[in-house]
Antibody, heavy 117, light 108 residues
Framework: EVQLVESGGGLVQPGGSLRLSCAAS????????MSWVRQAPGKGLEWVAN????????YYVDSVEGRFTISRDNAKNSLFLQMNNLRDEDTAVYYC??????????WGQGTLVTVSS | DIQMTQSPSSLSASIGDRVTITCRAS??????LNWYQQKPGKAPKPLIY???SLQSGAPSRFSGSGSGTDFTLTISSLQPEDFATYYC??????????FGQGTRVEIK
């Protein structure tokens, strides 16, 4: 059974940093692209970033480019999102997702990030 | 970036109704279009990928169609568990891969 379990969310002040983690199990992690998707309170879904199987390619939405870094550790079946210089508008539930055939076929339960002073 | 526009933003329907939701891309995206269902407080669930292919585990009453810029999600006979918000997402070419704003399906 595929499982994606996010952790690392919490309350952080504007300008602060946070590192999200996603523990993957139930599939061969090293053979799939992975993505982060977020959802601000009461709002729609926003694709944030993704990373190739071997980490050699990464893409970001414009609003986080230069502030967020997606990475992975295939030996530990883990996906990460390093978030720096956080802004109020980064407040959201962040979902770890697995990609297959250019769709997001499995989602974690999400971790809440709140940016507030 | 490619923009995705869903219509309607919300709709009311009865059990057993046929429901159609549309999604329009700001440029041609071939068949690179996915549909997701989300219930309050839960993670989204995948329904359709590549415009018309049913995701494993998704009920057969859900179907998708379209190519280019115009796409449709159809629920053939609305069930109580289908009341939720539905999102389209393009995955054409290189990211960013944007979502539509969502369509909320409510009980009439």
């Amino acid at each position: 059974e595929v499982q994606l379990v996010e952790s690392g969310g919490g309350l952080v002040q504007p300008g602060g940093s946070l590192r999200l983690s996603c523990a993957a199990s139930g599939f061969t992690f090293s053979t799939y692209w992975m993505s982060w998707v977020r959802q601000a309170p009461g709002k729609g879904l926003e694709w944030v970033a993704n990373i190739k199987e071997d980490g050699s390619q990464r893409y970001y939405v414009d609003s986080v480019e230069g502030r967020f870094t997606i990475s992975r550790d295939n030996a530990k079946n883990s996906l990460f999102l390093q978030m720096n210089n956080l802004r109020d508008e980064d407040t959201a539930v962040y979902y770890c997702t697995k990609e297959r055939q250019r769709s997001l076929d499995y989602w974690g339960q999400g971790t809440l990030v709140t940016v507030s002073s | 970036d490619i923009q995705m526009t869903q219509s309607p933003s919300s709709l009311s329907a009865s059990i057993g109704d046929r429901v159609t939701i549309t999604c329009r891309a700001s440029q041609s995206i071939s068949n690179s279009l996915n549909w997701y269902q989300q219930k309050p407080g839960k993670a989204p669930k995948p329904l359709i990928y590549a415009a018309s292919s049913l995701q494993s585990g998704a009920p057969s009453r859900f179907s998708g169609s379209g190519s280019g810029t115009d796409f449709t999600l159809t629920i053939s006979s609305l069930q109580p568990e289908d009341f939720a918000t539905y999102y389209c997402q393009h995955t054409y070419s290189s990211p960013p891969w944007t979502f539509g704003q969502g369509t909320r399906v409510e009980i009439k």
